[in-house]
């Protein structure tokens, strides 16, 4: 096999979404070596979609089935596995994926919440754990739990604890930040309301905290979200400098809904916690306007732009 360790990996996601086609238009737009690039997918796939043009390298992931836009299969959800499995496989310098659809992923047997679950599976080793990071400029939300039902959200004091001290490592050795702030939000109405709104915030995320600074973590008590992300959507439509080097949230969608709607498509999914660093757009496969050429390729080229320096 080829080493791949100064390369992007780049997977299409299920091939009867907007992948392929986004993934064209943003290589088409952003001119970038193609020494740098390497396609997993498959060329009847990206034929369908578009025309590179740039003659990238592409490692062919078998796909004997017609593209059909917008339907969900069985085929596409094996296709869209086997594309990750085999980009994990390469073990490039980063890996960008293009959406896949869960319920494809589900019909072909691989029973994730998402594409970040299948990367830890290939990727992880000595008890890593991956996280999801929320990217858009200097706005950055991370998802204290990942893709689960809301009545599943169970936050414990070692979670938070572990999870905000593998981010705090991260902005240090990734992003030269060495001392990040970080905000983090309660998980109750109001953080809790002094307990008489829910006390996770007395009973986990205050004890948490404190355990935290005294590993000199700048971290804030648990927080009231819905006035923290006022304060960071205003300054990130400023275009000033957001309060916080990151906003920690309990759910998805606490942080998700604020990040995406002041950022929209340009909002970059990142996993961190792995040896390789993962980023997506942050939308889906848009099922419904596939296959008409008029899906918008931002969100696919922040998220390579994310990992190209």
């Known amino acids: 096999m080829n080493n791949y360790f100064d390369k992007i990996a780049i997977t299409t ?72 499995k085999k980009v994990c496989e390469l073990k490039p310098r980063a890996i960008v994926t293009a959406p896949v659809a869960k319920k494809a992923l589900h019909l072909a047997g691989y029973l994730y919440n998402g594409q970040t679950e299948v990367l830890q599976k290939f990727l992880a080793h000595d008890q ?42 991260f902005f240090q050795n990734n992003l030269n930040i060495k001392t990040p702030k970080f905000a983090l939000c309660g998980l109750n109405p109001h953080a809790g309301e002094d307990g008489i709104l829910g006390r996770e915030e007395i009973d986990i995320l205050i004890p948490a905290v404190k355990i935290l600074r005294q590993a000199g973590i700048s971290i804030t008590d648990p927080l009231p979200s819905d006035t923290l992300f006022v304060k960071a959507g205003c300054a990130y439509n400023s275009n000033n400098q957001v309060p916080y080097d990151c906003y920690i949230a309990a759910y998805h969608d606490q942080g ?22 993962r980023t997506s757009p942050g939308h889906g496969t848009a099922f419904d306007i596939a296959g008409k050429n008029i899906a918008d390729e931002n969100g696919m080229i922040s998220a390579i732009e994310a990992v190209s320096n």
């Open 128 to 169: 890593q754990h991956a996280e999801m990071l929320f990217v858009a400029k200097d706005f950055r939300v991370l998802l204290l739990t990942r893709h689960c039902a809301l009545k599943d959200v169970n936050l414990t004091k070692d979670l938070v604890i572990n999870k905000i001290k593998d981010l705090n490592s």
């Open 256 to 277: 998700l809904i604020p990040i995406k709607t002041v950022a929209g498509d340009k909002t970059v999914n990142m996993t961190i916690g792995l040896d390789i660093i």
């Open 13 to 84: 996601g299920d091939p009867n979404g907007i992948g392929a086609e986004i993934t064209i238009k943003a290589l088409n737009r952003m001119n970038i070596s193609r020494d740098k690039i390497v396609l997993v997918s498959n060329r009847k796939i990206l034929d369908y979609y578009g025309r590179l043009q740039k003659n990238y390298e592409i490692i062919e992931i078998p796909y004997e089935y017609n593209v059909i836009p917008g339907k969900v299969s069985k085929e596409a959800g094996e296709f869209s596995f086997q594309c990750l």
